[in-house]
């Protein structure tokens, strides 16, 4: 069984709950870890969501999500790396200390053109990284994602950026649903773990059959990965941070949040 | 340009049409190679098959599809295995010189597991094989159908069991869908050329954005799929084979067939 005090909920996980019940829900429930998404806390002021983390003794793990740097147009290459340094300075502010990477894909041009913008991305964010100190974890997205959201859609090609960039601040994120399918995931989780790049860890599941491609994840236990087996590749490489759940799902988004809280919690104990 | 007498398309592309109306409507249209799908024939006797395919001078390049090895219980494993080899005997009667294998996957077992049933698979078919001369190409799905169609999701993993099983009949299948995301993509291929295990060739197109994982594959030239280029690749790994448009796609499907086979031959002459 994993432990239950590494327990992290994003809060997109839990979409319908505003920030503020999140919190408390998460806190009753006794999960210690939140992973905010930037729409989350939108027209909250920062010092009141580190207040609400404070009151409820939550650790914020993660921000959600940078990156989405690839464009064909300079203009909105620009606006992207922009927009990046702001969620930083946002981390900042709220007490962060690392922001995930949806990196991105413009399906106009080369998934190499993409990753080189990507890698350009990331490089021209780390200056302001470096000044309040946040770390920038690259999550290597499924490959059914290629065409818009992420030309990085396997582990092994996140590391070799990671190692390009060769920065403190950048590593990655390792989410089963995205990786679980790579014959090559435990060399590659070890290969992270080596050298201390293996930043964050996201869980749910893959459902047979998947009905949506973006809002059909499950529960874990409820699908075909083994995620008890990925853990212990990743706690072999080093890894000692959060589980973060991570679910979208539009079925769970229609059930009371309490239960489906619930079912989390009883498939982390179980299936995690 | 490609060649537009290496030109094939698969039944299940032109799904609405019967498959005398396929064949004829094909060889109007200039195709030259069809690969048939096993439904396609369904009731119909092999001695009319090739009396169809000899009228209208179409090269048979491939029957689809056998596989779907993997299964947790035994029982349902020997029955796939006498179904593929039940193909490879229709195979020889209609005179289809190979076999496209979709291996499958069972949820309930690991991806290692799924894979070793599907080399023992391929393995107790061989023999059947080699008395009608059939050949058996392992085609790569992409990871997004781990879960249940296939466990084989890129072409390196398809490349290393054919090297296990080496067979001269046993090669793999290269279809742009499944594997366009690969970064290590070109370089497989070239290893597959190299010891000419490069059996067939699919193309289609990824469009942005997919709404079904099945069916909503796009035509060449609407997706984000640089199809010119990764031909490129696979003639330059020495493949001189039909170039096969396989295409499910519940829009196309719904519109007059001749106006789709029109748009197949423009995307291939333009895009492919």
Chains 1, 2 share one sequence.
């Not at 998404?37 to 914020?60: N, Y």
């Not at 190692?163 to 649903?177: F, M, S, T």
């Not at 990743?234 to 079912?263: C, D, R, T």
Request: charged share 25%.
């Amino acid at each position: 069984m994993p432990d239950l005090n590494k327990l992290c909920v994003h809060t997109i996980t839990t979409k319908p709950w505003d920030f503020a019940t999140a919190c408390e829900k998460y806190a009753e429930a006794g999960v210690k870890g939140i992973t905010i998404w930037r729409d989350a806390i939108e027209g909250i002021d920062s010092e009141q969501v580190k207040g609400l983390l404070k009151k409820h003794d939550l650790t914020l793990v993660s921000y959600c999500r940078g990156g989405f740097f690839p464009a064909v147009d300079e203009k909105k290459r620009q606006e992207a790396i922009a927009d990046n340094i702001r969620m930083v300075e946002e981390a900042a502010a709220i007490g962060a200390p690392m922001i995930v990477l949806v990196c991105g894909a413009d399906p106009k041009q080369s998934l190499e053109t993409s990753r080189n913008q990507i890698v350009a991305g990331i490089e021209a964010t780390l200056k302001v990284a470096e000044k309040y100190n946040v770390k920038l974890a690259i999550e290597p997205l499924h490959p059914m994602y290629a065409g818009d959201r992420s030309a990085v859609n396997d582990l092994k090609t996140a590391t070799e950026m990671v190692e390009k960039i060769n920065h403190p601040l950048v590593g990655v994120a390792v989410d089963v649903y995205h990786l679980w399918w790579d014959p090559h995931l435990e060399e590659e989780i070890y290969r992270c773990g080596m050298t201390d790049k293996l930043f964050a860890f996201h869980i749910c599941d893959w459902k047979v059959p998947t009905t949506d491609m973006l809002l059909d994840r499950g529960l874990m236990g409820e699908g075909c990965i083994d995620v008890p087996r990925i853990r212990s590749w990743v706690e072999h490489a080093g890894f000692n941070g959060f589980n973060e759940v991570e679910i979208f799902s539009n079925a769970y988004w229609e059930m009371p949040q309490e239960e489906f809280l619930e079912k989390i919690i009883e498939g982390y104990k179980n299936h995690s």
